[in-house]
């Protein structure tokens, strides 16, 4: 009987866990769709201004994988669309041409610097709330 106790209050917890992250990604979406960002564009961009923090800095795709909750591919097309946008360039590792840079322009630093306190502010809502 305690294991099935136990098990249940994994699995809440797990639940409570999914809860908070949905509620949490919807917000941030809501306050970034004026900006044209979504939540996931926003984590990129967030990746990529605390891992190459001076202007012309690149960042491999490959880093950017292991940071960021999205498959290769998916990756790969939002990175297309922060770069049609302008907002990243991509370019080929000289050293291995299997490689890819990502360097943040000017115009995403801006909007990521623009966009940082609405981001932060759901995170304070959001996970200073209670779970429930």
Do not use: Y
Not at 58 to 76: D, K, P
Not at 77 to 86: C, T
């Amino acid at each position: 009987m305690a294991v099935k106790a136990a098990e249940a209050g994994l699995e809440d917890r797990w639940r409570d866990i999914l809860s908070v992250h949905a509620r949490t990604m919807c917000e941030i979406d809501r306050v970034l769709h004026p900006h044209g960002l979504g939540a996931s564009d926003f984590e990129v961009l967030d990746v990529l201004a605390a891992e190459s923090p001076r202007e012309g800095d690149q960042c491999r795709v490959q880093n950017l994988a292991g940071r960021v909750h999205l498959s290769q591919s998916a990756l790969s097309r939002l990175i297309g669309r922060l770069e049609k946008d302008g907002l990243v360039v991509r370019s080929v590792c000289a050293e291995d041409r299997r490689g890819v840079w990502v360097t943040l322009t000017g115009k995403g630093r801006d909007l990521h610097a623009e966009v940082l306190p609405l981001q932060r502010a759901v995170l304070e809502r959001t996970l200073s709330a209670p779970a429930g």
